[in-house]
T-cell receptor, first 111, second 114 residues
Framework: GESVGLHLPTLSVQEGDNSIINCAYS??????FIWYKQESGKGPQFIID?????DKRQGQRVTVLLNKTVKHLSLQIAATQPGDSAVYFC??????????FGAGTILRVKS | GAVVSQHPSRVICKSGTSVKIECRSL??????MFWYRQFPKKSLMLMAT?????????EQGVEKDKFLINHASLTLSTLTVTSAHPEDSSFYIC??????????FGPGTRLTVL
């Protein structure tokens, strides 16, 4: 049946502000990490990735930070827009393209 | 660009029937595809790895006789939910890697079992 547990945490930000979404991963041997955006009723959409030999990577309006010491990832979204409202998941590639997803965070952008 | 499609996007069925969901890689071949299950407001949970030309690899706790996977060709994997029950209602998503460390996800299939 449906899993029982905590609902996804929600981050509410004002349009134009920066957003920071955090994620803890579990496997210290994982060498590749990805952030996905998922809109309601759709599949995950790739945002940005980072390899374990890096601690920061920037894209368009997004930055991913990796702290291997504490097994922590963060996604920073600059100048958050209403279209950024979605659920955000981090994922770690354990081996052979097998992804393990984090719990997810709901981002709500207030206009 | 590379795309993964799923069919159907939504399906409603009666309890006890079987439902087949298709996952296709468009414009690229995938010897491996992945099937995920997602409950409302929850994360994606990997169910199984579909392997072209060999048996699927199931994650712990996933019943292989319940969720039949067939990787019929290099562009098609199917997931059949057999003897579906209301607790099987969920959002099923597939993915296919275009290259190492590059996965594309399908749009998902919403299954509702009455």
């Amino acid at each position: 049946g449906e899993s029982v547990g905590l609902h996804l945490p929600t981050l509410s930000v004002q349009e134009g502000d920066n957003s920071i979404i955090n994620c803890a991963y579990s496997n210290s041997a994982s060498d590749y990490f990805i952030w996905y955006k998922q809109e309601s009723g759709k599949g995950p959409q790739f945002i940005i990735d980072i390899r374990s030999n890096m601690d920061k990577r920037q894209g368009q309006r997004v930055t991913v930070l990796l702290n291997k010491t504490v097994k922590h990832l963060s996604l920073q979204i600059a100048a958050t827009q209403p279209g950024d409202s979605a659920v955000y998941f981090c994922a770690e590639n354990e081996y052979g393209n097998k992804l393990v997803f984090g719990a997810g965070t709901i981002l709500r952008v207030k206009s | 660009g590379a795309v993964v499609s799923q069919h159907p996007s939504r399906v409603i069925c009666k309890s006890g029937t079987s439902v087949k969901i298709e996952c296709r890689s468009l414009d690229f071949q995938a010897t491996t595809m992945f099937w995920y299950r997602q409950f409302p407001k929850k994360s994606l949970m990997l169910m199984a790895t579909s392997n072209e030309g060999s048996k699927a690899t199931y994650e712990q706790g996933v019943e292989k006789d319940k969720f039949l996977i067939n990787h019929a060709s290099l562009t098609l994997s199917t997931l059949t939910v057999t003897s579906a029950h209301p607790e099987d209602s969920s959002f099923y998503i597939c993915s296919a890697p275009l290259a190492p460390d590059t996965q594309y996800f399908g749009p998902g299939t919403r299954l509702t079992v009455l």
